[in-house]
């Protein structure tokens, strides 16, 4: 079945079968391998993208339910200040949970330009880190937003 | 000449003799206190390539014509195959191969514990390998699984002898004893869930099999393979530049591995084999749980007299027994103590290591008890754990190296102090406290472990190891110590890592190991590269080397003017200045260790038992430091999972079938960013002066260590419960509390009744 979609910008048409998940066409048709897969059910937020600026858990988007809704990865973000916040804060540590932090850091900035503490928390409790780079997640965050914040 | 002594290793505790070839002109160890690049904030070298979403972990690697594999799992704790066909798995589309029972030494007829592995199918797509496996055929016997404790323990189904370890006379110490406390204490069972699950690819070359896997240990993982396909060593290749976490778990091959091998062999393509999360959490180790009986004995001043402690550590069907006993035995100075650890084999999975393994359960037990041996004493807990000090080693007297626990606790002091104000908060139901408690571990590296430095024209280095970077930062501090040695700014120092075709051996990223082991060979390396270039620069500007220096990427000469590194490695071209560093020996007849106190702040909710624990206060001692920004985060990361262990986490088993209940990440509550508490950090930051060139110790274990005792403790202050079980449910502090008000009210019965 073709689907059509919208990536960083880029439009894309291809063969994916009923049931392929966002995910796998990111990552296995298309090579757009910064989105990660850690849990592949939904409660980790490694595989965070964007459908038309909303962070949405890619694993577990079929990709035919995409529709017309952009899609923004963190490819689409590498020049986001947020990018070098987060090196500057030492917000990465593994860093295989950090691009979906940036993205949905990311939609929480071009919503909020200065969230509060309690508002950075209440968005990024959906993005797991084992490694425990929360506080640093935090500054990079209020970093990006004193200086004017998001898109 | 190379020299060749004999000297001690350690990894996590355990010791080796080991031999080392020494190099005659080791280098001075740098003055104390933040250089040029040493000991100053860097960010991490690769921090962009991650961030951006750059970085290739394994699993994101693709090769050409990869096939996936995917593995039949026991469902049961104990069991044996009747019988088994793999053929109507294997006759379908896109299967590619499988294997079973007795083609594979990793895969088993008979499984001693739920997720061991049975069997494996090869396909096309992870999708066709994992609905190939529900078409394999199996008959299973299954058998009565030993999961009970007391069973185990009265049948002696132990994986190792038990440990004892006796010093002066226990009888002795518990009679010159004015006070005594007695108490059981239960750690449970946590599982690693690092974000990149355990996977391999492997892909044979002619003879050579490329492996590439999230490890952390290339250099193992070679040998394991190795010696299974019977291979020369260096044919096999282990690559891992970008790591999703490990905690411990990563340190072998895995049975993932054996089977990608196999199939890749098999079938003449590259195979992936991945853990899925749910396979991750059963089957790819645990923290295992323990049962720790502990009394303490202390004259009225608070001097320890006796230390008694038995561990039942419930290691699953495999593993080893962690130092479960090592504070007891380390941590206070005591004339007699005895301790006892059982490691219990049961048909659980098994255990690994898992940050600080053995001292994490026994810090906590330890340190909860000097706190109600405190409360008995009527003795400041801060002011006890000074009074028992152990100025030597009280395992042999052997002096330790180097030792900033006093200053540690120094500086500790005004954040415990904090106390008076931290009670005062109290509101309502919500009761505020503060609790403290002290940290020892291993963490002083060793040989071997090498590196190699090449300097270019333009005056660029680039270190070459074959060690790994699990997410700790390691080849940021490689970067800065090389650049330090050579006189460079950090940016213009490469390093590479992660294969083992590319550079020399290296140290098991574990043990918190790999700075204090690795750091010292690429320093030396770095040396012998900057030895050249003085030598020379000597001769291309007739001046004598004795005056000539690094710094800010020139040569300077002691007697005026310098010049641009260039402009001597410039001379020749595309030729380069080549230098080699290996690890010396640890300092003879001392022990290592690293040290740290933290300050826990809690609020409990006395009514519906809930805990947040709001401020923790944390100083270490790791010798020099040499990124402060990266040992603040290994600090913080630590802890966060000392809170998730404390609080929140737990691996669940069915107590009749032995299955793992929490197999997901909605299963099994790991912190979010919402759980997080102020931390507050600092390092001594003073050398191990008899520890290699460098004086640094490893920081991946120490912070997560203390934690977990300290937030119990401060639960005490702040209710008077004694929590003994982790994690500290609602119900675990609601029983505590409880339990609290019984004790209070016995006394009041007593007072109360007519004589």
């Known amino acids: 079945m073709v689907v059509e979609l919208t990536i960083n910008g880029n439009a894309y048409e291809l063969e994916a079968p009923v049931g392929r998940t966002l995910a796998e066409v990111l990552r296995l048709d298309l090579g757009l391998t910064g989105t990660k897969i850690a849990c592949g059910e939904g409660h980790c937020g490694a595989c965070t993208v964007q459908l038309d600026g909303v962070p949405v858990l890619s694993c577990i988007t079929l990709v035919h339910t995409v529709g017309d809704r952009e899609v923004t990865t963190i490819e689409g973000l590498r020049e986001h200040p947020l990018v070098e916040a987060f090196v500057e804060a030492d917000a990465t540590q593994c860093g295989f949970c950090t691009p979906g932090q940036i993205v949905t850091a990311s939609a929480l900035l071009a919503a909020n330009a200065s969230p509060s503490d309690d508002e950075i928390r209440h968005a990024m409790a959906g993005n797991l880190c084992r490694c425990g780079t929360y506080p640093k997640i935090e500054r990079a965050i209020h970093t990006v937003a004193g200086d004017g914040g998001g898109s | 000449m190379a020299r060749l002594i004999k000297t001690e290793k350690e990894v996590e505790g355990r010791y ?22 040493v000991g100053r904030p860097a960010t991490r070298v690769d921090g962009l390539a991650r961030a951006r979403g750059e970085a290739r972990y394994t699993q994101d690697i693709q090769l050409p014509g990869m096939l996936h594999a995917a593995v039949l799992r026991s469902p049961h704790a104990r069991a044996r195959v009747k019988q088994i066909d793999l053929t109507p798995a294997s006759e379908l589309a896109g299967v590619r191969g499988a294997v079973g029972p007795g083609e594979l030494d990793v895969l088993t007829d008979e499984p001693n514990y739920e997720g061991e592995a049975v069997a494996a199918v090869v396909a096309d797509t992870a999708d066709h390998a994992r609905a190939a496996l529900e078409e394999i055929s199996i008959e299973w016997e299954v058998l009565e699984p030993l999961l009970d404790v007391d069973q185990a323990l009265a049948r002696e189904s132990f994986l190792s002898d038990p440990k004892l370890y006796e010093r002066g006379d226990i009888e002795r110490g518990f009679a010159e004893a004015d006070v005594v406390v007695e108490a059981e204490y239960r750690t449970q069972s946590v599982l690693h869930n690092a974000l990149e699950t355990h996977q391999t690819i492997c892909e044979w070359e002619g003879e050579t099999v490329n492996v590439y896997t999230s490890t952390q240990w290339l250099w193992g993982v070679r040998d ?3 010696a299974a396909f019977d291979l ?3 044919k096999v290749r282990v690559i891992c530049r970008f790591m999703g976490g490990g905690f411990g778990a990563k340190g072998s091959a895995g049975d993932y591995t054996m089977i990608a091998a196999e199939l890749a062999r098999r079938t003449g393509r590259p195979v992936h084999c991945r853990l899925d999360r749910r396979e991750e959490n059963v089957n790819s180790g645990n923290r295992n749980p323990t049962i720790q009986k502990l009394r303490l004995g202390a004259r009225s001043d608070g001097i320890l007299t006796a230390l008694s402690a038995d561990y039942v550590c419930l290691l699953g069907w495999d593993g080893w027994l962690p130092p479960t006993a090592g504070p007891v035995q380390m941590l206070y100075a005591c004339d007699n103590v005895r301790t006892v650890e059982y490691g219990v084999r049961l048909n659980s999975p098994p255990m690994d290591a898992f940050r600080a393994p053995g001292f994490v359960e026994g810090t906590f037990g330890l340190e909860c008890a000097l706190d109600e041996l405190a409360a008995k004493l009527d003795l400041d807990p801060l002011e006890l754990r000074r009074r028992n000090h152990a100025d030597h080693d009280p395992l042999d007297e052997r002096p330790f190296s180097g030792k900033q626990l006093m200053e540690c606790y120094r500086r500790a002091e005004p954040h415990w102090e904090r106390r008076h104000e931290v009670h005062a908060r109290a509101d309502g139901p919500w009761k505020h406290g503060v609790g403290i408690a002290t940290q020892l571990w291993y963490g002083g590296g060793g040989p071997p472990s090498y590196a190699w430095v090449r300097l270019a024209g333009d005056g660029t280095a680039t270190v070459l190891t074959a060690m790994q970077d699990i997410g700790t930062g390691t080849r940021t501090a490689m970067a800065q110590i090389a650049a330090e040695e050579l ?24 043990g918190s190991s790999t700075t204090p082991s690795m750091g010292p060979a690429v320093r030396a390396a770095a040396g012998d590269v900057a030895r050249q270039i003085r030598e020379i620069a000597a001769q291309r500007f007739d001046v004598e080397e004795r005056v000539l220096s690094l710094a800010e990427g020139k040569v ?7 010049w641009l590194l260039e402009e001597i490695t410039g001379l020749l071209e595309d030729g380069q200045i080549l230098g080699k560093g290996a690890r010396g020996p640890n300092p003879a007849g001392m022990r290592v260790m690293t040290y740290g106190i933290q300050v826990a702040e809690v609020a409990v909710d006395v009514e519906t038992g809930e805990v947040v624990v709001e401020r923790i206060y944390a100083v270490h001692d790791i010798g020099r430091v040499i990124n402060p920004l990266g040992a603040e985060s290994q600090i913080e990361g630590g802890i966060i999972q000392a809170i998730g262990h404390s609080l929140s986490e737990q691996r669940l088993l069915d107590p009749r079938s032995g299955k793992v209940l929490t197999r997901t990440l909605d299963a099994y509550k790991l912190p979010t960013i919402a759980d997080v508490p102020e931390i507050v950090s600092e390092l001594v930051d003073v050398p191990d002066a008899h520890l290699t060139n460098l004086g640094s110790k490893g920081l991946g274990e120490p912070p997560i260590v203390p934690t977990a005792a300290a937030i119990a403790n401060a639960i005490r202050d702040a209710t008077g419960a004694d929590v003994r079980s982790l994690p500290i449910t609602r119900e675990e502090m609601l029983g505590a509390l409880h339990e609290a008000d019984e004790r209070r009210r016995v006394p009041e019965r007593v007072g109360a009744a007519p004589a």
């Open chain 2, 16 to 37: 080796s003799e080991q031999w080392v070839v020494v190099e005659e002109d080791a280098l001075e160890q740098w003055p104390e206190g933040p250089l040029r690049t």
């Open chain 2, 224 to 226: 394991e393979v190795a």
């Open chain 2, 232 to 234: 020369p060593k260096d």
């Open chain 2, 487 to 510: 006189g460079l700014p950090v940016e213009r120092v490469t390093v590479e890592l992660g294969d083992t075709a590319h550079g020399p051996y290296a140290v098991v990223s574990g």
């Open chain 2, 556 to 562: 300077i000469n002691a007697d005026g003017g310098s």
